[in-house]
């Protein structure tokens, strides 16, 4: 019994009754820390074999573990592995055309990529705030530069930008970079 803890084995060595009490209460704290799981299991139970996620390793494949605001564990819809986007997920909103605080395009909050434009050079200083923790790929298609403004009072506390070194950074043509929104600083970070 080489790896048990004294307490554990005194409690197995003594009359079977005592040792299978313990091992049921040892059981019923096991299946308590493993509760949260139960949810996810049932999910990936549900998949049919027409719509198969799970993968030869018995994780779900394109898809990505996450927890909701109240920690209970679960898989997202389609995302990594390869890195694919659903096409219901990808917005091309109007091309900015002035600075712009607090921007809410439609579609926003369903959104996995934003491929945003400008008619001229443009700052942006804030996006409207995500109600979860979540990412967003945003990609400049246009000819113009796009800045996110650092931490910019013209924005909403809520919908700011958080950028690297605590500069704003510059969207150029052709340039991506990711955002998330942290819930817990309430704030986009940008990840160059």
């Known amino acids: ?39 996810l ?10 719509t198969p996620l799970i993968g030869t390793s018995g994780y779900p494949v394109s898809s990505l573990l996450t927890t909701d605001a109240t920690g209970t564990p679960g898989f ?14 990808v917005l091309t909103p109007t ?8 921007y809410a395009p ?3 909050a369903a959104a996995a990529v934003a491929r945003v434009s400008a008619t001229g050079g443009i ?8 109600a ?26 809520a919908n700011r930008f958080r950028c690297p070194g605590a500069a704003n950074f510059a969207l150029t043509t052709g340039k991506a970079c990711w955002l998330w929104y942290d819930l817990t600083s309430t704030v986009w970070q940008v990840v160059g």
Do not use: C, K, Y
């Open 132 to 157: 979860r923790s979540q990412t967003l790929l945003l990609v400049n298609i246009g000819a113009f530069t796009i800045t996110l403004t650092n931490a910019d009072v013209a924005s909403t506390a």
């Open 123 to 130: 700052n942006v200083t804030g996006l409207i705030a995500a």
């Open 106 to 108: 439609s579609g926003i």
């Open 76 to 89: 997202t819809a389609t995302i990594p592995g390869p890195l694919t986007f659903l096409s219901s997920t």
């Open 1 to 39: 019994m080489a790896g048990l803890s004294n307490d554990f084995i005194t409690q197995l060595s003594g009359s079977w009754e005592h040792a299978q009490g313990f091992l049921i209460e040892q059981f019923g704290l096991l299946q308590a820390q493993l509760a949260p799981l139960f949810p």
């Open 95 to 102: 091309a900015l055309t002035v600075n712009t605080n607090n």
């Open 41 to 50: 299991v049932s999910g990936l139970q549900a998949q049919t074999a027409a």
